[in-house]
């Protein structure tokens, strides 16, 4: 089992920024990808980004040149800084390991 919980979340003004946290505890390592989907009201969940056990990255061309992830394998978390927010970022995110998700965080952008 695997234990993901998200932290970060909150309201922030369009063009703020603000940076999401993912504690992953349990029967974890550094060898699997981790990644964060959002999914806001009415629509679809989405990939946002993800990064591999090599430090690869992957993003949505929505969030491309704004957002960043990160991991940091000696603590098991992994982060995703978030710039030049847009109310269209609105939206739950959660974190993702394998079959595992976390519970995950609000984020509202305010225009």
């Known amino acids: 089992q695997v234990q993901l919980v998200e932290s970060g979340g909150g309201l922030v003004q369009a063009g703020g920024s603000l940076r999401l946290s993912c504690a992953a505890s349990?029967?974890?390592?550094?060898?699997?990808?981790m990644g964060w989907f959002r999914q806001a009201p009415g629509k679809e969940r989405e990939l946002v980004a993800v990064?591999?056990?090599?430090?690869?990255?992957n993003y949505a061309d929505s969030v491309k040149g704004r957002f960043t992830i990160s991991r940091d394998n000696a603590k098991n978390t992994v982060y995703l800084q978030m710039n030049s927010l847009k109310p269209g970022d609105t939206a739950v995110y959660r974190c993702?390991?394998?079959?595992?998700w976390g519970q995950g965080t609000q984020v509202t952008v305010s225009s």
């Open positions: 993702n390991s394998q079959e595992y």
């Open positions: 349990g029967r974890t390592d550094g060898r699997y990808a």
């Open positions: 990064i591999d056990s090599a430090g690869y990255t």
